[in-house]
């Protein structure tokens, strides 16, 4: 055995000192790259039937949000339980059976359920007479509107002008642009596009229950929105 030189230990020293740096810093990447790639597959195993976070950041098609009136609901288990939506599968339109309000009285309505404590309810978004949007409920909590399809879907309150249920032009235009920006959103299609009555068999929202070919009109006017509007992401 040769003994070393002070100068040939110190090599050595310095040796065995780069050896364990590089040796941690390679480890430390590999567990990062291992955290990383755990975090992306929870997230697309966690909604793989519908949406993933990752699909909401990365829209196949994109499409001017339209203008959107933010007025969330104080949170309260009668209209805003703040119960994580976890997945979207569906838009659900509905009508207010609320003959002549407008989208901010109806908000209120939902809003006064904290107090009066008269039943469950609430809505993602209202279209009102004049065609504003007013938002209830954040996108990624559940609202009170579709029954047993609460937890997988993004509910549409519109506004009416009369018993017949029928929404006037500058309603259906704003639902037709924010049917088409959800649409685009979750990567949802035609089909995905359902009614109250779908879900439950509830009236509702009555005119496009009671004309099926204003329904399915509705949709294609949707579906032509998209087309005209969107561009590939
Ligand atoms: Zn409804």
């Avoid at 040796?23 to 993933?52: A, D, Q």
């Avoid at 203008?67 to 609901?73: A, D, N, P, S, V």
């Avoid at 937890?151 to 259906?172: L, R």
């Amino acid at each position: 055995m040769t003994s070393l030189t002070k100068k040939q230990w110190l090599r050595k020293k310095r040796r065995r000192k780069y050896i364990k740096l590089i040796t941690v810093t390679m480890l430390s990447m590999v567990i990062v790259f291992t955290i990383v790639m755990m975090f992306v597959t929870v997230l697309k195993n966690t909604h793989n039937n519908g949406y993933t976070v990752l699909d909401f950041l990365q829209p196949s098609r994109i499409i001017a949000k339209p203008g959107i009136t933010e007025k969330f609901l104080t949170p309260n288990e009668y209209s805003r339980p703040q119960t994580p939506l976890a997945e979207v599968n569906s838009i659900v339109i509905h009508y207010t059976a609320n003959p002549g309000t407008g989208a901010e009285s109806n908000r209120n309505y939902f809003e006064n359920l904290r107090i009066n404590k008269v039943t469950y309810a609430s809505s993602h978004l209202i279209i009102g007479l004049e065609g504003e949007i007013i938002q209830c409920v954040p996108l990624d909590e559940i609202s009170f509107a579709s029954n047993d399809r609460n937890n997988d879907t993004i509910s549409i309150e519109c506004c009416h002008p009369d018993a017949t249920g029928k929404f006037n032009d500058k309603t259906y235009n704003s639902l037709i642009a924010l049917t088409a920006w959800l649409c685009c959103q979750y990567d949802l299609g035609r089909d995905d596009i359902i009614r109250h009555y779908d879900v439950s068999g509830k009236l509702c929202p009555l005119y496009y229950v009671e004309y099926e070919d204003a329904w399915e009109a509705f949709k294609d006017d949707v579906m032509s929105y998209i087309d005209d509007n969107a561009v590939e992401n």
